[in-house]
């Protein structure tokens, strides 16, 4: 079937679940598009090698890639530019996996020294040409299928939702929690990441609702961040089938 995209949610370092549903998609050809939501980074073991990955995956198939923005890649690009320690240091951030992902090696708390915090704290270890590449990725895309967006759509003022072109503050697509959104979105299908699927609405989704954990899709709006990374797995869904892929 030509003309499909198969969009993946937010891989957080996990270059395994990533390899893994790499591996059950088709063969792609010319006319697919691979769409990935951003969110390359933190909390997973092997971020540099996930950028990597991706970064020269046009390289090896024939379909067209498009790599998003997420808000780590975002928040990484405030912290290296005017600092952010209030992202930086959480643990649950998982930026210290990012940078030992990057230097080679995994310095266990006691050998966590004052020179290496400050390392990690302006994001000092990622390549530049790492950060060149950060500071390209566009905030979202639409093909005929659908609105891709790492997060989701902002609303106006009279209750309606942006269309991403017209959000004049674009890093909010990167970082919007919206229950408006997730619960009262109508117009053309959007997939997004950034909310866990097991957080949001359960009761509105028609895709194996008994699973909070699966792939959420709403009316309109379909949420793929399933939790690689974290504990969860990675999912890919091809756009217009409504076929879904995944790492476990």
Same mark, same amino acid.
């Given at each position: 079937?030509?003309?499909?995209?198969f969009?993946?949610?937010?891989?957080? #370092?996990?270059? *395994?679940?990533?390899?893994?549903?790499?591996?059950k998609?088709?063969?792609?050809?010319?006319?697919?598009?691979?769409?990935? @939501?951003?969110?390359?980074?933190?909390?997973?073991?092997?971020?540099?090698?996930v950028?990597?990955?991706?970064?020269?995956?046009?390289k090896?198939?024939a379909?067209?890639?498009?790599?998003?923005?997420?808000?780590?890649?975002?928040?990484?690009?405030?912290?290296?530019?005017?600092?952010?320690?209030?992202?930086?240091?959480?643990?649950?951030?998982?930026?210290?996996?990012?940078?030992?992902?990057?230097? #080679?090696?995994?310095?266990?708390?006691?050998?966590?020294?004052? +020179?290496?915090?400050?390392?990690?704290?302006?994001? $000092?270890?990622?390549?530049?040409?790492?950060?060149?590449?950060?500071?390209?990725?566009? %905030?979202?895309?639409?093909? +005929? *299928?659908?609105?891709?967006? *790492?997060?989701?759509?902002?609303?106006? $003022?009279?209750?309606?939702?942006? *269309?991403?072109?017209?959000?004049?503050? $674009?890093?909010?697509?990167?970082?919007?929690?919206?229950?408006?959104?997730?619960?009262? %979105?109508?117009?053309?299908?959007?997939?997004? =990441?950034? /909310?866990?699927?097991?957080? @949001?609405? +359960? +009761?509105?989704?028609?895709? /194996?609702?008994?699973?909070?954990?699966?792939?959420?899709? =709403?009316?309109?709006?379909i949420?793929i961040?399933?939790?690689?990374?974290?504990?969860g797995?990675?999912?890919?869904?091809? @756009?217009p089938?409504? $076929?879904?892929?995944?790492?476990?």
């Amino acid at each position: 079937m030509a003309g499909r995209t198969f969009v993946t949610g937010d891989i957080h #370092g996990d270059l *395994h679940a990533l390899l893994r549903v790499m591996g059950k998609l088709p063969e792609l050809d010319q006319s697919d598009t691979l769409v990935f @939501l951003g969110d390359y980074v933190d909390r997973g073991p092997n971020s540099a090698q996930v950028v990597d990955h991706v970064r020269n995956l046009s390289k090896r198939v024939a379909a067209k890639v498009i790599t998003l923005r997420g808000n780590h890649e975002d928040a990484w690009l405030a912290a290296i530019d005017r600092g952010w320690p209030e992202f930086v240091i959480p643990r649950s951030h998982g930026c210290r996996q990012a940078m030992e992902s990057y230097i #080679g090696a995994t310095a266990g708390d006691d050998d966590f020294d004052a +020179e290496l915090f400050a390392v990690m704290l302006r994001g $000092k270890f990622f390549p530049s040409d790492v950060v060149t590449w950060m500071r390209g990725l566009p %905030y979202y895309y639409e093909d +005929e *299928h659908a609105i891709y967006v *790492h997060a989701g759509l902002v609303s106006a $003022k009279d209750g309606t939702f942006l *269309h991403p072109s017209e959000t004049l503050q $674009k890093v909010a697509l990167l970082w919007v929690r919206d229950q408006n959104f997730f619960r009262n %979105y109508r117009g053309k299908r959007v997939v997004f =990441g950034h /909310t866990v699927t097991g957080t @949001l609405p +359960e +009761e509105l989704s028609s895709y /194996t609702p008994e699973d909070p954990s699966d792939m959420w899709a =709403g009316p309109c709006t379909i949420g793929i961040d399933t939790g690689s990374g974290k504990g969860g797995f990675l999912t890919t869904l091809e @756009l217009p089938a409504l $076929k879904v892929y995944e790492s476990r």
